[in-house]
């Protein structure tokens, strides 16, 4: 038995994260319309009807565009904290009150062999939270929005198989680039969203022995770019001597294409 994932999509226009056992099947997040998942999961060749549940970290519209239309659509089960619930009731519309249900942050929720853990992210949403998988001894953490990685986060998500990690922006093409002050203000503040330098060193206190893969996830489309990211974490690594390729591979995500289907 395995766990496996596929990172649907992920960037400043949408995220979603697919995640199976032989059991269950999971999505966290769905930032895209109805339409547009549907199509993401005909990509990995999965059907979103055969979903256990729908897993939402918090109310921005890249989170959260399709939850509604998918939860009706196939009537799944959707879980997030009360807070959550109540910020983005009015953007997912109705969902039958026996597919709503709440999911406590710092908690965890059992599906079968899969753990299901949620733990808090200092992002400007109402209560947001992201969540870590466990499974037969593996560990996929999914960690992005957030504008710092506290101390009692980098415990949480320590020594992980498998990171989604948020790497947002490059600083100096978001303090070089056509953004609003505000808007650059916001995002390179403790609530905004973290940079490839602040990522990488994030990275280097938790990734650990049985660390694997760490993918790249979030990234801006105006002040970001795949290669400049890749780089600028590997640097970052580096310096502290940690070998990028020796130890754990380093991937992209891309804002419309999903990775393939992989196991933990």
Do not use: C
């Not at 100096?172 to 060193?201: C, F, T």
Request: hydrophobic share 40%; proline share 3%.
């Amino acid at each position: 038995m395995s766990l496996r994932y596929s990172i649907l999509a992920s960037g400043s226009t949408g995220n979603a994260l697919y995640v199976e056992s032989d059991e269950h099947s999971f999505l966290v997040d769905a930032g895209f319309s109805g339409k547009q998942m549907d199509a993401l999961f005909q990509q990995i060749d999965r059907d979103p009807s055969k979903l256990s549940a729908i897993f939402v970290t918090h109310e921005h519209s890249d989170h959260i565009k399709g939850i509604g239309v998918l939860a009706r659509k196939y009537k799944l089960p959707v879980y997030a904290n009360e807070k959550t619930w109540q910020a983005m009731e009015h953007a997912v519309g109705v969902i039958p009150t026996e597919q709503k249900f709440v999911f406590n942050m710092e908690s965890v929720k059992s599906f079968g062999s899969i753990e299901i853990e949620s733990f808090g992210v200092s992002h400007d949403a109402a209560e947001p939270m992201f969540y870590i998988f466990h499974h037969s001894g593996k560990k996929l953490v999914l960690i992005t929005d957030t504008g710092y990685v506290s101390d009692r986060m980098k415990g949480i998500i320590s020594n992980a198989d498998v990171y989604v990690f948020e790497s947002n922006h490059d600083v100096q093409m978001l303090r070089m680039g056509r953004y609003p002050w505000n808007l650059k203000r916001r995002i390179l503040s403790d609530v905004g969203h973290v940079s490839n330098e602040d990522a990488a060193l994030a990275m280097s206190e938790v990734i650990g022995d049985r660390t694997k893969k760490v993918y790249l996830a979030h990234l801006s489309m105006d002040n970001n770019m795949k290669d400049l990211a890749r780089m600028s974490v590997t640097q970052t690594l580096e310096s502290r001597g940690i070998i990028v390729g020796e130890q754990f591979g380093l991937y992209d995500t891309d804002p419309k294409t999903p990775t393939i289907l992989t196991a933990v």
